[in-house]
């Protein structure tokens, strides 16, 4: 009977082998599966990883059980692992809507990210040529974050979500008081200088505004480059075992900072939405 260790030896050189198919490494661009149809490997991917989270949720939850079965309690023991890592971050109050996007995030793209690390992804695939002695070679697999048009998608999906949770949980009034207001206690500070504060905060006001909104086009480039540059790097040195451990981590990695990047910008406005409030109402009541 093989060991794990000897079994991940060979399935490392077994990648290896099927890595000499494509001497050229990882096109930056998808390409199309069917000539004629806008459909590429990576949406393909991203398809099959989807239905495959639907179905293993659908699984470990068919019949959830007071006593857990192992299926039901492993998944239940990542999502309090989750819960804890997110819900300080989030706030309590936007948390419900938050938590199921942020699971989501992080799950689909750790797969994806993964999936090119698995043998035969990229490098198994159809191979035409030409009469001028040219030839294009089409994988049948390529993970959606190694497309930056997938990385762009979960982006704006992540901005999307940014944009209704923080309206319907934090509102109009506080994000404009976020952005824009003056933090400094006006009791505190010498009436001079409150002013000048005011227009301090306004003009960082709107060098965050300009950072909301470049904020799709930094995490659709963060993840793409991490998980392309990941790819070519395997090709280009034949997936030596050092570099495919090191790819585990990275895809680990870029899942977690994706993920906790989506709950920060939610986090810092809804997030202290209560304290804020409470402070209004403390001010309000001394007044009187």
Not at 46 to 52: L, R
Not at 204 to 224: A, M, N
């Amino acid at each position: 009977m093989l060991r794990p260790t000897k079994l991940l030896c060979l399935a490392v050189l077994a990648t290896a082998t099927l890595a000499h198919a494509s001497d050229s490494g990882v096109a930056p661009a998808a390409s199309n599966l069917i000539e004629g149809l806008p459909i590429t490997n990576s949406m393909a991917t991203g398809w099959a990883v989807s239905a495959f989270i639907i179905g293993l949720i659908l699984f470990a939850v068919r019949k959830p059980q007071i006593l857990p079965t192992k299926s039901q309690a492993v998944f239940e023991s990542m999502l309090e692992a989750l819960r804890d890592l997110f819900e300080p971050i989030v706030g309590k109050k936007a948390f419900p809507a938050a938590f199921p996007l942020l699971v989501t995030f992080f799950i689909f793209i750790l797969i994806q990210n993964w999936m090119g690390l698995m043998p035969g992804v990229g490098t198994i695939g159809t191979e035409r040529g030409f009469s001028d002695g040219s030839h294009t070679f089409t994988p049948w697999v390529r993970p959606f974050t190694a497309d930056f048009n997938g990385t762009i998608a979960l982006a704006l999906v992540s901005f999307g979500a940014w944009l209704i949770i923080v309206f319907k949980y934090a509102g109009p009034k506080l994000i404009l008081w976020d952005l824009f207001g003056n933090k400094a206690e006006k009791s505190e500070t010498p009436g001079w200088l409150y002013p000048i504060l005011s227009l301090v905060f306004l003009i960082v006001g709107f060098i965050e505004v300009f950072s909301i909104i470049i904020r799709p086009f930094t995490l659709s480039v963060r993840l793409f480059g991490n998980v392309f540059g990941g790819e070519n790097l395997l090709h280009g040195t034949s997936f030596l075992f050092i570099f495919y451990f090191m790819e585990l981590l990275v895809g680990l990695i870029q899942a977690i900072v994706f993920t906790l990047l989506s709950s920060v910008y939610i986090g810092l406005i809804c997030n202290h939405g209560d304290d804020h409030d409470h402070a209004e109402g403390h001010g309000a009541g001394a007044h009187h």
